[in-house]
């Protein structure tokens, strides 16, 4: 087989690349290692940039977004038992955010792919890049007991931080940068309305809490917790009691308990693999960096990181100029360090850590007073969380 872009991994940033190379007649092949099934039962985050919905509608796959997607025009932080709402849109000319689960997205992809008659392999094993360092780069992959090799122009590695695409690299031409928090995030779904119309990020004495939400209806939830710690150890109603002793007392009794149907810990990290390109090889998304989900970047980044990379491809294909590729790690990698440093303010200002005592404490006291009195501090978080210009 030939095609003339080979993505690894069918998630959002995988799909969206496809999509948009595809509206160009750019063909692409995804190969994916799960099952279609596998791939849309991750549970993922759900607040969209405003830059990574217009993406969305450039690849014609926003029509449920906008008929269902929630629109928030401002956050609120929760501390000294009260809530202090930030509003997005008076300090950042009118952008917002859209809730929008990620699920849903690769959904809506993965069905106008399918409509399309785009080709997707998906349960593809030992798939292995061969030859990105020169011109004519193929993927080898096995399917079925068959085995299969795919020649290509380009390869773009959309297969998240466990993916084989990074791993392709010479580790001596890789430097990577990363921090590991000492907390997790205990997470639960549950078919309940949401505490309050927009998203409550809450520091709190004994520990981080955040309420979000995938729609009017269902309901997303998340509490600091240990690292080490078990979800077995957490019954709904142990989680219940837990959020709600986090939140200032009117917003807890806003908060609507039911069953979850998903309950998770995730563990916090911070990491970038620097550079993003490796001849015709480019890393995309969580292959290339993982933020923590404080800033709520991790869905946006890789978005950021397609409209480079789709940008850099139509100027090769369509312009016949290679200028657009050769800057892509570079312009990514602007964005993503940025991102970084947005997501480790957020999770250092909202978390609380065990080796920083009563100092630690009363820091964070003051820089969110200062954060919540200052227009010039409101409008720096503003402006990162609907997203700073590509």
Not at 23 to 46: C, K, N, P, Q
Not at 258 to 285: C, D, H, N, T
Not at 309 to 318: K, N, S
Request: with cysteine.
């Amino acid at each position: 087989m030939r095609t003339q872009v080979a993505i690894i991994g069918s998630g959002p940033s995988g799909l969206l690349l496809g999509q948009l190379l595809a509206g160009i007649g750019v063909e692409t092949i995804i190969l994916e290692r799960s099952s279609r099934e596998h791939v849309l039962g991750r549970v993922r985050a759900g607040v969209l940039e405003q830059g990574t919905v217009e993406l969305l509608e450039e690849a014609g796959v926003a029509a449920r977004l906008h008929a269902e997607g929630l629109p928030h025009s401002g956050i609120s932080l929760a501390f000294d038992g009260r809530l202090h709402r930030i509003d997005l849109a008076a300090l950042t000319g009118g952008k917002h955010v859209t809730v929008y689960g990620q699920t849903e997205v690769t959904h809506d992809l993965m069905d106008r792919r399918e409509a399309a008659g785009l080709a997707t392999v998906y349960e593809a094993s030992d798939v292995a890049l061969h030859d990105f360092d020169g011109a004519a780069p193929f993927v080898t992959y096995d399917k079925d007991g068959i085995s299969h090799r795919i020649d290509c122009d380009f390869i773009a590695g959309c297969d998240g931080y466990h993916g084989v695409s990074r791993k392709s690299v010479p580790s001596a031409a890789l430097k990577t940068f990363e921090r590991q928090y000492p907390f997790g995030w205990l997470g639960v779904l549950a078919e309940v309305p949401p505490a309050d119309h927009e998203l409550v990020y809450a520091n709190h004495e004994r520990g981080f809490a955040l309420c979000s939400m995938r729609s009017t209806h269902r309901s997303r939830y998340y509490v600091q917790c240990p690292q080490d710690d078990r979800v077995e150890a957490w019954s709904d109603d142990r989680f219940w009691d837990e959020l709600r002793r986090r939140l200032p007392e009117r917003t807890a009794a806003s908060v609507t308990t039911g069953p979850s149907f998903e309950k998770s810990i995730a563990p916090l990290r911070s990491f970038v693999a620097e550079p993003m390109r490796f001849g015709r090889l480019f890393l995309v998304g969580d292959a290339a960096h993982i933020v923590p989900p404080t800033g709520a970047k991790g869905l946006n980044l890789a978005a950021s990181d397609v409209r480079y990379l789709f940008a850099g491809l139509r100027e090769f294909y369509v312009g016949k100029s290679q200028a657009g590729i050769e800057a892509y790690s570079q312009k990514a990698l602007a964005r993503v360090w940025k991102a970084v440093r947005f997501s480790w303010w957020m999770t250092t200002m909202l978390h609380r850590f065990p080796d920083t005592g009563d100092f630690g404490q009363r820091i964070q006291e003051a820089e969110l007073d200062y954060l919540v009195h200052s227009q010039a501090a409101s409008t720096a978080l503003a402006e990162n969380y609907v997203g700073l210009p590509y």
